[in-house]
Structures are given as structure tokens and as C-alpha cells.
């Protein structure tokens, strides 16, 4: 058996289909400027009284998108310790995602509780979760490339 | 798992760097090896076993805790 057919079994199916998804490196910087430029229209119609209602809904998407780009895209030399570290954020976020989302609407209720405010608990939508799943992965996966 | 890869790269007299582009690594991989912070999978590890001309039991080696 040769390098090559011990390569083929080594990788799955599934594993070719995740690196046939994967987008090339420059598309990381295209991600990056649609997360900054959609946070910095977030932060700016925060002062704007009459924004149109869809104007949120549509750049919190933008900011997902974004961020499922950067998620997605190469490193410039992809090898295997890169997808070991890819992997393991991802689990990471998986993980991390349940407990917020188990969790945020207790931490809200208590401190609602603490101040004094008799609000119902709110429900966390699913921007939010994957906002949040989403950031924790790109974050941990720089985190642990940093420190291979 | 211990290895002797660093032992073997000066062998050749290649720096990580040379050593990464000939296996198609990067080269804070082959880095993380020599360190013992990653274990590479059966594919790299015959990589270095041809281009090093020894069998891989030759540069890697179980520890008392493997």
C-alpha cells in the first residue's frame, strides 16, 4: 500500500466533503470586512431614532454571513494540524454554545432579580446563538493556532 | 510518543522550514512535532520515513505513559 492509498483511508467521505466546502484564503479578508463593516453600521444606527425596521434584522445577518466565511476559509498552508485545531474549535464552540444558551436567560433573570426589575425571562434568538457560536470558534481556532 | 526528529533534520542539515515545504506541512507543524505537542498521522509520518531513509519505529518512539 502506498502514501497515497494510505491517505485515502485515512480521510472519509465526510472528511473530503468538509475540505471540498472550504473556501480559498482570500476569502478570510472578504469575511473579516463584511463582520467590520456590518458592526460598524450596528454600532452606528444605535444613535439613528427612525431606522427602518429590516435595516437590524439584515446586518446581523450580514455579520453571520461573515463570519460563516471566515469560519470556511483556508489557512494558506492547510495542513493536518490545522484541521485537528479547526476540529477541536469547533467542539469547542458546540459545546460552549449549549451552556450559553442554556445559561443566558438564568444570568439575565438573576440580574434582573439583583436590580430590582420584574421583567419575564426573554428568549435568546437564533442570531444571537450562532453569533455567539460562531465568534467563540474564529476566536479559539486563532487561540490555538497561536499556540501550536 | 518521543521522536528524533530534530536529530534527523540536522542530519540532513534542514532547517524546519525546508523540512515543512519537502513534506507539505507548515512549518510551526513540524515545530509542534519536535516539541511532542502534536503526534502526526501514519501519512506524515512515512513522509519522514522516506525522505529520512528510516523506518519510522527508527524516529518514533513510545514513552512509559503511551
Known sequence: MNTKNIEHCERNKLERFLNKIQLPNSFKAIGVGLVALSFIALTVIKFIDDEALWVRPFLKHAMLIGLLVISLSKEKIEDELIEVLRSKSYALAFIIGVL????????????????????????????????????????FFELLKRNR | MENTIKVERAILNLTQDELAQKIGVSRQTINSIEANRYVPSTVLALKLSELFGKPVNDFFKLSDND
Open chain 1, 100 to 139: 450559553y444558551t442554556l445559561f443566558q436567560p438564568l444570568a439575565n433573570y438573576i440580574v434582573d432579580f439583583i436590580l430590582g426589575k420584574q421583567d419575564t425571562p426573554t428568549e435568546i434568538g437564533y442570531v444571537q446563538v450562532l453569533l455567539f457560536m460562531l465568534l467563540i470558534q474564529v476566536g
